[in-house]
């Protein structure tokens, strides 16, 4: 186990603490202690992301889907900083990190030696340059933007229930609009309506016929990376109108909930998002109260510098990759 | 159960949802689906305070240690809303809910008319006045402060951890120093402590003889409102410093994990806190990476406004209460 002789005493750097890198510093298991691992990332931890959009309706708690890197392996070292520039000549890996001191925060930048690099970098949410998405949506990449939805969610229906609400304001606050029906869009719709029908039917019944969900898909289908029969099973279930029955009130007598279908809306791109609405396509405007954006991944900023940097082979093979780094069939960046 | 049948159909009206008013909502049971109680507060949840300290440290997670107001009585309706005045005459609340909608945020106000009012709003964190408090320390008081004091533990053992640092911002990263030896002071400093043994040795072995915990106390003891045995118990703790032995390193070599005493300063008041350190008595300047604030509790707006407002028997009772409502032997509110 763990890597053959001539790895021994090595400078291994492994950028980022997602799936690759996870599985990648678990696996070395007691082999790291041999060699010098160091792991460089602005997250200490990895995230279980296929839960993420679980935790931001309660359903799991962050800590149960996080771990983090120095439990994965107690003998690699981690740096919490951002790759910045990765200099493949000269073997070393350009760092930045945001040092705070009391109130005032300064950037530190440094330089990380290797003789075998592992770059597991992720993407980030891509908003395609959109207008008014950066500052009017939610997000649901990080444990911060599912806390950041949780506390969403509960303020609209709270901000719903005061005394001072119209039906309008109840209406509108209660809306919510999820851009984009890959698995993050797809899972968070259902997770929201799993929310409407288990915990607001309970603790706000009057106030969930106000409640609607509308997922809005560019393209012609939800799951588009899917399997067809998987794609129809997804938006059957999506579409699918949910009524439960509770006791409750004086005396406890059965009533009905009923949580509306997710409205979805398939080839209806986003244009705008402005302070109320989210426009679609030529004409539509949906009302929000709030706005999931789920929109696609892009690269990170030193995965498409490094493309660059490495030039006619990396470049060649992009058409294909997209923006990601391409690799051979051992997953060594070509170039 | 439940109250007499003088009482049924009454607008019942609870303010606040820490101890006392969860307790009342939770003994009210199904009779409170006979009456209208409504419970006003800006958190609509009860938090277990004592255990808010190892939360800070992540001993126990928030959510165990909270339970929603609906949860505990499903039959009380619950409003969003921070009281601002008690109309005595008129027996009407006075209400504020920050409402935002998108990017913009307004005050509505209303008002919430009662038969009956419980004030059970608890109090609010006491910085005295002293300049910089605000702005340079955290607190412990709510989950919102739990959350950030356990991230800027994590962001101090992180910075400390940069290739960049030295000796000296190694120490002053891990220099946390906590005001006030009351339960929350002396909590938070003995779960530190535990984390630092149990954690920080684990995870950070090369960082800890930098951390140091820096108790400061105005007064002249700990834990000043108990019992001197026990005063002498939490003292001795602080005072100890903990040894243990863990496997680590290359091949798993035993090495001592020292965690230094808890340096408690008694006789010492805080005068001001800078950028940098908490400046006590007349002379020392304390150095902080991290500074907690623990210096004790003031009454909150409504509370000092309805005593003003009650006028004489309420006033005259105030050199013993202090701030709070003064109550009778049935915990009526005197005037």
Redesign the interface.
């Known amino acids: 186990s763990g890597p053959g002789p001539e790895l021994r005493g090595r400078r291994i750097v492994v950028l980022g603490t997602g799936w690759g890198s996870a599985s990648l510093v678990k696996a070395l298991g007691e082999a790291a ?2 060699d010098r691992v160091t792991v460089v990332s602005p997250r ?1 931890y990895f995230l279980f992301t296929p839960m993420l959009a679980g935790a931001a309706v ?1 359903t799991v ?1 962050y ?1 149960s889907i996080t771990e ?1 890197v ?2 994965l392996n ?2 690699v ?5 951002t790759a910045r520039r990765i200099d493949f000549g000269g073997r070393r890996v350009e760092c930045e ?1 945001v ?6 925060c300064t950037i ?1 930048a ?1 330089e ?1 030696p290797y003789d075998a690099l592992v770059v597991s970098v992720g993407a980030t949410t891509n908003t395609f340059g959109i207008s008014g998405v950066r ?2 949506c939610l997000f649901l990449k990080q444990v911060q933007d599912a806390e950041a939805l949780r506390r969403a969610v ?2 609209a229906l ?2 719903a ?4 609400a119209t039906d309008d304001e109840k209406r ?2 209660l809306s919510f609009v999820v851009v984009g029906a890959g698995p993050t869009g797809v899972e968070f719709c259902s997770e929201l309506k799993d929310f409407l029908e288990a915990e607001a039917s ?2 706000y019944p009057e106030l969930l016929p106000f409640a609607r969900v509308t997922l809005l898909e560019a393209t012609s289908a939800v799951l588009g990376a899917f399997d067809e029969s998987l794609r129809d099973v997804a938006l059957a279930e999506l579409r699918r109108e949910r009524v439960t029955v509770s006791r ?5 007598e059965a009533a009905l909930s009923v949580v509306a279908p997710v409205d979805v809306r398939l080839g209806a791109p986003v244009r705008r998002v402005n ?2 609405h989210v426009l679609v396509g030529d004409r539509d405007a949906v009302p929000y ?1 709030l706005c999931v954006w789920a929109g696609g991944n892009a690269p990170v900023a030193v995965v498409s510098e490094s493309i660059e940097a490495l030039g006619h082979p990396q470049l060649d093979a992009q058409p294909a990759c997209r923006g990601r780094l391409a690799v051979d069939a051992h997953l060594r960046v070509l170039g």
């Open positions: 202690a041999y200490n309660g708690e800590r983090p120095r439990k107690r003998h070292d981690y740096l919490e900083a990190s040092v705070c001191e009391g109130t005032s530190e440094f990380v500052e009017h509960g303020n709270e901000r229930n005061l005394p001072t509108r606050a309970r603790y409750r009130g004086r005396g406890g302070e109320t109260g």
